[in-house]
Structure formats: C-alpha cells, structure tokens
C-alpha cells in the first residue's frame, strides 16, 4: 500500500478525484490539502455583466454537469481522503509544507492546486507527480481542455501525468490519455468522463510507482503542430463564441470520423 498526500482544490470534481482515488486498497491518503476558493466562476470572469454573459453560461454549464457527474458519489462514499480545507495559496505555507514533510508520504499528488513554490519540490524529486488536464507540451497553462474545442484540435483534449518542476507542464511526462469522446458530448461531458477515467489511470500509476523508467517518458519538442499556452486573461467572450460555433458546425461528428488520423499529428507517452 502506498502512503499518499494529494494536493488539490475542493470543487465536486476535486472532491471525486481524492475520493475514489482514496477508495482504492492499494493507495492510504494520509491527508488531502484542499485549497478552498469563493466563488470560482467569479474569479475567472469578474464581475458579471452584458460582456461577460456567454462565459457565465459556460461557467454555469460546467457546474451543472460536475454535479449531475459527481454529487451523488461524493455524497454517499465514504471518505477515507482525510481532507483538510485551506485557503487558496495556503499549500505553499510553512506550516503545510512542514506537516508533508514530517509525514514523509511515497508519492504526493498535485491536481488543481496552487502553483508549487515550496521545498517540496526539491525534497520529494521524482515522487511528485502532477496531473494536468491538457496534453502537454501541445496545451499548457490555464483551462488547456478548453481551447482544444476554440482551435478545432479535439485529439488534444486529454490527461498529462508528470513529474513536476518549478515551470508550468513542464516536468517529464510520465503518462498521457485522451479523452474518450461520444457524437453527442458537449466541452463538459466529456471534461466530467476524463476525469473519472484519469482517477482510474492515477490509481494504476501509484501501483506502478517506483519502477517507472521515466528516462522513456521525455516527449519529443520537435514537432511540426504549434506548442500552445493560454491564461486565464486569455479566456474571452469571443473564445467562447468560437467554441460553441465549432460545436454547432460538427466538429465533434467531423473529429470522430477522422479520429485516427487526426491523433496521429500529436504523439503521446503511454504507459499502458
């Protein structure tokens, strides 16, 4: 059984992943150091008003689909995750660093935290691993399962596990999935389905820990699709309008029908 910390939010899909995560015999969650933030949607948009109306409504899309995808489970599981609530920012305070440092886990688990900027990084090198929602290095830095739907680039909606570093997705790549994907999905659906599947993926890699040879696992930078990197500043109404007009002119069907030869343009690291 492997002793784990898992660093992370506490939105219903944060409350999954830590949950059924925790819920396997193989993993004992020492702890799980949630980040609480007020009012998410809030914090991405800012205040509401006309120009921010179709960003809302994909905020408030989002949110209905993660609680029809994960409050029923996160409600009726039992909780052996052994959540403790801080403040946003609060994973990188002495007194939490210090804590995971005492409890001297196997692995730590970072998935929708605060940036690392401790000691851990250095203390816990290749036991750290984070999970970032995007196929890295085709998509990083923020909402990078987004904008696959925006550029019309479905085969980069997807999972990134890696070790993490002090830069932003780009620690070595220990193992990478996309996103299973149906004719009638919309940008949540299949967010809420890559989630379930990506905990599935993270319990066999703790299982797998430490013999992963991760000299394997280094992605090649050289390739002829552009390298991508997004901020929350980046995240407009204008983008949102292009999302969902590609959506309505069948993107997803014309994705679907030339699947394997549109994966083909963006390789992945798999472990299994």
């Not at 994960?70 to 660093?97: A, C, M, R, W, Y």
């Not at 925006?150 to 596990?161: A, I, K, Q, R, Y």
């Not at 983008?239 to 014309?254: F, L, P, Q, T, W």
Request: charged share 25%; proline share 3%.
């Amino acid at each position: 059984m492997k002793k784990i910390i898992i660093l992370t939010g506490n939105e219903l899909r944060h409350q999954f992943f830590r949950k059924l995560l925790a819920s396997f015999s193989s993993v004992d969650v020492v702890h799980s150091y949630c980040e609480v933030t007020q009012d998410i949607n809030k914090a991405l948009i800012g205040s509401s008003d006309n120009e921010t109306s179709l960003r809302e409504k994909h905020l408030n899309l989002r949110s209905q689909t993660e609680a029809d995808f994960f409050s029923l489970f996160n409600q009726h599981i039992i909780d052996k995750s052994n959540p403790l609530l801080i403040k946003k920012g609060e994973v990188n305070e002495t007194k939490n660093v210090n804590q995971i440092i005492d409890l001297n886990p196997d692995l730590i688990i970072a998935y929708g935290c605060s940036i690392i900027k401790s000691e851990l990084l250095d203390i816990f090198k290749e036991r750290f691993i984070n999970i970032h929602l995007g196929l890295s290095p085709y998509y990083r830095g923020s909402a990078t399962n987004y904008w696959p739907f925006v550029n019309n680039e479905l085969s980069c909606v997807g999972v990134t596990f890696m070790q993490i570093d002090e830069g932003i997705d780009t620690g070595a790549i220990i193992h990478q999935e996309r996103a299973i994907i149906f004719a009638a999905d919309n940008i949540h659906t299949i967010g809420c389905r890559l989630i379930k599947d990506m905990t599935y993926s993270c319990a066999r890699i703790v299982d797998l820990y430490p013999s992963i040879n991760l000299s394997q696992t280094v992605i090649q930078q050289q390739t002829n699709v552009p390298l991508r990197y997004y901020r929350k500043k980046d995240f407009t109404e204008d983008s949102v309008k292009s999302a969902y007009h590609n959506i309505r002119n069948r993107m997803i069907e014309n994705y679907l029908i030339k699947k394997e030869e549109l994966d083909k343009e963006y390789p992945l690291i798999s472990l299994f």
